[in-house]
């Protein structure tokens, strides 16, 4: 949402901006939105470490997105955060993005909120050789459960941190079964997001935004799917003597 819509979200407040722009999209689309901004996990995150490739961090909002995720965090120290809108279609406009200049302050940050941090490695990365079943790590599908989890992904050509596998202390593979000993960034995360997000709903383990948190998403959303929301409200709140 570009800035003057975030100040007009604020001055006029979310149920002003619902009981105009409601009566400017069909009833089936509005229905779809109450739907959607009700079903937003807010216990699940996904965290994105040192993006390299733009296209591909694009492509994991999508799936973030589709998946029913609402909030995503963007680790980028010492780089200018871009998204591909080609690629996107315009899923970040649907979700809560938060940009990070440190590792270390995205991990403190899920940390205080409850979250269980779970990071995504390579299968054989670190491995010595020395235990004859493999790399001494769970599989994707081994992860364990819990109220609130954070996902950390690495770019395609680093992985994650050394300063992000310190900190986190608990780790998973994707299982592979052929030659290749990685996958495309986005592919990675829509793999772990259907596994985590089927897991947590299939056992009850979703947190739904609060009722006013359902309300601002659903006003933010209209003022990103009408075209001249601004000249609308100007002119329906005109009619009511109120200048915007």
Not at 31 to 38: I, N
Not at 61 to 83: K, Q
Not at 90 to 109: C, F, K, M, Q
Not at 157 to 186: C, D, H, V, W
Request: net charge neutral.
């Amino acid at each position: 949402m570009n800035k003057e819509r975030k100040a007009l979200l604020e001055r006029l407040g979310p149920k002003t901006i619902i009981r105009h722009l409601s009566g400017m999209i069909t009833g089936e689309r509005l229905a779809r939105y109450r739907e959607t901004v009700a079903g937003r996990m807010t216990n699940f995150t996904v965290v994105i470490e040192r993006l390299y490739d733009p296209v591909n961090g694009s492509a994991v909002l999508r799936s973030c997105e589709a998946f029913g995720i609402l909030n995503v965090h963007f680790v980028v120290p010492d780089e200018e955060y871009r998204l591909s809108r080609k690629v996107t279609i315009g899923a970040e406009r649907w979700l809560n993005i938060t940009v990070h200049d440190s590792t270390r302050d995205a991990y403190e940050l899920l940390e205080s909120q409850g979250f269980t941090q779970w990071a995504t490695l390579p299968p054989f990365e670190g491995w010595k050789g020395d235990q004859p079943d493999g790399p001494p790590r769970i599989s994707l599908r081994e992860v364990p459960m819990a109220q609130k989890m954070a996902l950390w992904m690495g770019n395609e050509r680093l992985g994650l941190s050394e300063q992000a596998k310190r900190l986190i202390p608990n780790t998973f593979t994707i299982p592979m079964y052929g030659l290749s000993q990685s996958l495309n960034l986005s592919v990675s995360t829509a793999i772990c997001l259907e596994n985590f997000v089927s897991n947590l709903r299939a056992g009850g383990i979703v947190e739904p935004p609060s009722p006013q948190e359902q309300e601002l998403l659903l006003a933010r959303y209209l003022l990103e799917d009408i075209k001249t929301p601004e000249t609308v409200l100007r002119i329906c709140l005109s009619r009511e003597g109120v200048a915007i």
